[in-house]
């Protein structure tokens, strides 16, 4: 069964940044994606990375800020958070699966910009 | 980018009715990689039918997905006190991934 456990949120000012980290038990060869939700509101979808990290894909809104990798080594998908905005506020939700079917979901990482 | 549009917004039924949650897409969903979601407060998202109409691991048989191209449907037959929460759809086919605003189901 495939686990995944995020860290790395916390309480930044605007413009600062965060490194969110994801860790993937049974981590085979699936793609890894990050998802967030505001307070009260919908999913968004942010980011992808496949297998070997060679291709990655981006909300049109979050490109140029945010940046995915993976090492794996260390079964490990991470999120680097650059330029924050109040409006990043935000769970921060790592998911992989078949494809891109978002079947596994770790139980999220807090981040909020103050 | 493929905007989905989820309707009604809130949907007010009693327990053992059925609901119809729809899910509609600003253009085809390449192979029909939508999927749906269900979130209950305080947790993350689970996966309830992928590709339209596959029903995930453990996911019980009165949820069932249906449609293809631009137009989606998830059916919950008979509702239990367990599936009150809020269902989002996902196309998954083409980047960037959409998710639709979500469908609120509560208890009427």
């Known amino acids: 069964e495939v686990q995944l456990v995020e860290s790395g949120g916390g309480l930044v000012q605007p413009g600062g940044s965060l490194r969110l980290s994801c860790v993937v038990s049974?981590?085979?060869?699936?793609?890894v994606n990050w998802v967030r939700q505001a307070p009260g509101k919908g999913l968004e979808w942010v980011a992808n990375?496949?297998?070997?990290?060679?291709?990655?894909n981006y909300s049109d809104s979050l490109r140029g800020r945010f940046t995915i990798s993976r090492d794996n080594a260390k079964n490990s998908v991470f999120l680097g958070l650059n330029r924050l905005r109040v409006d990043d506020t935000a769970i921060y939700y790592c998911a992989s699966g078949g494809g891109w079917t978002l079947e596994n979901w770790g139980q999220g990482t807090q981040v909020t910009v103050s | 980018e493929i905007v989905l549009t989820q309707s009604p917004g809130t949907l007010s039924l009693s327990p053992g009715e059925r609901a119809t949650l729809s899910c509609r897409a600003s253009q085809s969903v390449p192979r029909n990689y939508l999927d749906w979601y269900q979130q209950k407060p305080g947790q993350a998202p689970r996966l309830l039918i992928y590709d339209a109409s596959g029903r995930a691991t453990g996911i019980p048989d009165r949820f069932s997905g249906n449609g293809s191209g631009t137009d989606f449907t998830l059916t919950i037959s008979r509702l239990e006190p367990e599936d009150f929460a809020v269902y989002y759809c996902?196309?998954?086919?083409?980047?960037?991934?959409?998710f639709g605003g979500g469908t609120r189901v509560d208890i009427k």
């Open positions: 996902l196309q998954c086919a083409t980047s960037p991934l959409t």
């Open positions: 990375i496949n297998q070997d990290g060679s291709e990655e």
């Open positions: 049974g981590f085979s060869n699936s793609w």
